[in-house]
C-alpha cells in the first residue's frame, strides 16, 4: 500500500490555502490517481523508435483525454515529428497565466533483461511506482494534471490561467519545439514556465531548481602536412600537429584552473550574498561525491567551493584527443592531423555564440607556425538562470514549506535543458523548476521508478504553488 502524505503541521500551510484539502482530496482518490499514471505508464511511448510511433501517439491521445478530464480545453498538434499536446484552462481576464511543460516521450527499455519487472508493465512495491517514464517524465507531468483537476474539485476552478504544453520528443533533444513554441507564442503567452523533470538534491528536501547550465561544444583540428610523413627522414624540421595541438589545448586553461582565454569570464554573474548563503544550506557530501565519480581528488578554478564550482562557474574540458598511430607497437610517423573535442559550460550571462568566438581566436593565436586550424562549433546551448527576487519564486517557496513542513533549497544544475531557454524567450515566462524525482529515480535506466509519496506530494505541490502563484502574481 503506498503511504499517505505526511501532513504538515506548520503554521505556512493555512496561510497559503492548503495543502489541507488537497490532502483530503487524495487520501480519497488516492487509487484512481495511480491507476491512471499506471494506464499512461503501459504505453511504450519510445520517441527514438520509429516502430514505437503508434503508441507515440497514443500517449500524446492518452495526456490530451486526462487534460480534457481536468477541466481544460486540449490539443493534440502535429508537427514535422512527433505531436505536440497543449491544454488550456476557462480563461480568467486579468489573471496571471502558468504554463506547464512536460514530455510523454521515454527513453529506450533495453537492456530488458535488467529489469525486475517488465518496463511497460508497471507495478507498485514498497511505495515505489516502477516502470519505465515513471519519473522521466510521465509522474512528475501527470501530478500537475491530476492538481488542476484537484482544483477544479476543491475550488470549482483554477485561480490563474493555465496553460500545458507536452511534448514528445524530450528525449531526442526536442527537434520540433522551439519552432511550435515560437509558431504558438500568443496562444502560451505566460508570466511563469513550470517545469517538473528532475530531481530534488535528497529526499524530503523540496527543491527549486533556479539555474541550468548552457553549452558550447567544439571540434579542432589541425594540420601540418600534406601527408604523414618518416620522423627519420623530416623529424626536427617540420611541425608536429599532436604537440602543436597538446601545447594550445594546455594554454586553454592556468595553473589556478582558470580558463586563460581572453573575455572569457567578462558576463559571468558571480553568486551575490543570498546566492551564497543558500548555496550553503544545500546538503552536499564531497566524500560522497568522490565515492559516486570514483575520483580521489576534486580539482577545479581556485577560489570557489566544489558546489559553486559544479553549478555556477563555467568550465572547460577536453572529451576526446585523437591522431597519429596508437595501435600496438611503434610506428615512427609524424602525422599530418591531430584532432580535439572539448565543450564548456556555461553561466548566466554568457553567450554561447560569443564564447565560441573566443575559444576560437585563441586556439587560432596560440597555434604555432606552419599549423593550420580548423574549428567547428558543435553545439550551443544557452544557460537559464531565473532571478531569485521573482514573486513566483518566493510564492513557490512558501508553497513548497507548506506542503513539505520545511523551506526548500534552492538549487542550481551543472547540466542544460534547453528547452528552458527556449520557454523564456519564446513565450516571456519565468522558469520555475519544481522537481519532484529524487536522485535515485534510474532515469534513462532499468528499474526507473518514482515513489508514490512523491507522486502525491508532486500533486499538493502543484496545487498548493497554483494557488500561491495567482495571489502572488495577482497582487503585482
Ligand atoms: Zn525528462
Not at 516521450?105 to 517488465?118: C, H, M, N, R, S
Not at 505541490?461 to 495567482?470: D, G, I
Amino acid at each position: 500500500m503506498p503511504s499517505a502524505p505526511q501532513r504538515p503541521e506548520t503554521a505556512a500551510a493555512s496561510a497559503v490555502g492548503g495543502p489541507a484539502d488537497v490532502l483530503a482530496y487524495l487520501e480519497a482518490n488516492r487509487e484512481r490517481v495511480l491507476a491512471e499514471l499506471l494506464e499512461w505508464l503501459r504505453i511504450p511511448s519510445v520517441s527514438t523508435d520509429p516502430q514505437r510511433a503508434s503508441d507515440v501517439a497514443r500517449a500524446a491521445a492518452f495526456v490530451s483525454d486526462a487534460l480534457g478530464r481536468a477541466g481544460l480545453e486540449a490539443q493534440v498538434h502535429a508537427t514535422a515529428g512527433h505531436p505536440v499536446v497543449t491544454a488550456a484552462s476557462p480563461p480568467i481576464a486579468g489573471a496571471p497565466t502558468v504554463v506547464i511543460y512536460g514530455h510523454y516521450d521515454v527513453q529506450p527499455a533495453e537492456p530488458l533483461e535488467a529489469w525486475a519487472t517488465p518496463p511497460f508493465e508497471p507495478v507498485v512495491v514498497d511505495g515505489r511506482i516502477v516502470g519505465r517514464g515513471a519519473s522521466d517524465d510521465k509522474g512528475q507531468l501527470y501530478a500537475h494534471v491530476k492538481a488542476v483537476e484537484a482544483l477544479r474539485d476543491l475550488d470549482g476552478g483554477l485561480p490563474l490561467n493555465v496553460r500545458f504544453v507536452v511534448e514528445g520528443e524530450e528525449e531526442i533533444g526536442s527537434p520540433n519545439l522551439p519552432r511550435f513554441l515560437r509558431e504558438h507564442r500568443t496562444d502560451l503567452q505566460a508570466d511563469v514556465a513550470l517545469v517538473s523533470d528532475g530531481a530534488m538534491v535528497a529526499p524530503e528536501t523540496p527543491t527549486i531548481t533556479y539555474g541550468l547550465r548552457g553549452l558550447v561544444y567544439l571540434t579542432v583540428r589541425v594540420r601540418t602536412a600534406g601527408r604523414d610523413l618518416h620522423s627519420g627522414a623530416y623529424g626536427g624540421g617540420v611541425p608536429n600537429p599532436l604537440t602543436a595541438l597538446a601545447s594550445m589545448l594546455a594554454g586553454l586553461k592556468d595553473a589556478s584552473g582558470r580558463v586563460a582565454v581572453a573575455g572569457f569570464y567578462d558576463d559571468v554573474a558571480e553568486l551575490d550574498e543570498v546566492e551564497r548563503e543558500r548555496l550553503a544550506r544545500v546538503p552536499f557530501d564531497r566524500h560522497a561525491f568522490m565515492a559516486d565519480a570514483g575520483v580521489t581528488a576534486t580539482p577545479g578554478e581556485a577560489g570557489y567551493g566544489l558546489l559553486e564550482r559544479l553549478w555556477a562557474r563555467p568550465t572547460l574540458d577536453l572529451h576526446g584527443l585523437g591522431g597519429g598511430f596508437v595501435g600496438a607497437g611503434s610506428k615512427t610517423v609524424i602525422p599530418a592531423e591531430g584532432v580535439a573535442k572539448l565543450s564548456c559550460r556555461l553561466v548566466a550571462h554568457q553567450d554561447p555564440r560569443r564564447i565560441a568566438d573566443l575559444l576560437e581566436t585563441h586556439l587560432r593565436r596560440a597555434a604555432p607556425e606552419g599549423v593550420d586550424v580548423d574549428v567547428v562549433v558543435d553545439g550551443l546551448g544557452e544557460p537559464a538562470l531565473t532571478p531569485l527576487d521573482h514573486p513566483a519564486v518566493a510564492a513557490t517557496a512558501r508553497a513548497l514549506e507548506a506542503v513539505w513542513g520545511r523551506p526548500p533549497v534552492f538549487a542550481r544544475t551543472g547540466g542544460s535543458i534547453p528547452i528552458v531557454v527556449d520557454l523564456q524567450r519564446a513565450l516571456g515566462a519565468v522558469p520555475v523548476l519544481l522537481d519532484m524525482g529524487l536522485e535515485d529515480d534510474r532515469l534513462h535506466a532499468p528499474n526507473e521508478k518514482f515513489e508514490v509519496r512523491n507522486y502525491l506530494q508532486g500533486i499538493v505541490a502543484s496545487a498548493v504553488t497554483l494557488r500561491t502563484l495567482a495571489t502572488a502574481l495577482g497582487a503585482r
